[in-house]
């Protein structure tokens, strides 16, 4: 997709708007999201790759806006950063094998947005991302590889599936993180993890928005 038709199509779609709060908020989130990215491709060393980055913003940072202004996250949102806040409970979620294979036994499957804990050496935190296949045994997330059905990693990385909650899926949305088990500055989340986050189906988690 071309800047100019993914501009012009947003550009429409935007127009649908029925107040100037709607269309402010649309405006700040676009804004908040280019100052967001720009930084960080700056440090991007190839070239070719981009100029491909650079192509697809404008389309993923607009189709986020309105993701968000015409979602019902049940979310506090930072519109001035781009981000949810809400209160960070004061230790990490617990992951339990019976619980994560309970779950994916019965509802793994594609396109289902999945919270994943990670323990690293430098904090515990939640992460979202998505399954893109589902075996008998074993699921696939698109961006963290391989885990089997009860949410142990195949990859050999620090990371557990979780059993959605609203609880776990909030702490994964607003960035929170934690280092000894104390409560640490959360992380901004990626503009990927934004739009894994503005396809939640919170009213389900067990399925995937449609």
């Not at 590889?145 to 990371?159: H, K, M, N, Q, T």
């Amino acid at each position: 997709m071309s800047i100019s038709h993914s501009q012009s199509e947003t550009s429409q779609q935007a127009e649908i708007w029925q107040t100037d709060a709607e269309r402010a908020l649309y405006a700040q989130l676009c804004n908040a999201f280019y100052a967001r990215e720009i930084p960080r491709l700056v440090d991007e060393p190839d070239a070719a790759r981009l100029k491909r980055l650079l192509a697809s913003l404008p389309y993923y940072i607009e189709r986020l806006a309105m993701r968000i202004v015409s979602g019902d996250a049940p979310l506090q949102l930072d519109s001035q950063n781009g981000s949810w806040l809400e209160k960070q409970k004061a230790s990490p979620p617990v992951y339990s094998k019976e619980d994560s294979k309970n779950f994916y036994t019965k509802y793994a499957k594609r396109g289902l947005i999945v919270p994943v804990l990670i323990n690293d050496e430098q904090c515990t935190r939640v992460r979202i991302d998505s399954l893109d296949q589902v075996s008998d045994n074993k699921v696939h997330c698109n961006e963290l590889g391989w885990f089997d059905v009860s949410g142990e990693s195949l990859e050999r990385i620090p990371a557990q599936i979780l059993k959605p909650s609203k609880l776990v899926m909030t702490a994964a949305c607003c960035g929170h993180q934690w280092q000894y088990n104390k409560r640490i500055t959360p992380k901004r989340l990626s503009l990927r993890e934004m739009l894994l986050a503005s396809n939640i189906n919170w009213r389900n988690l067990k399925r995937p928005l449609t």
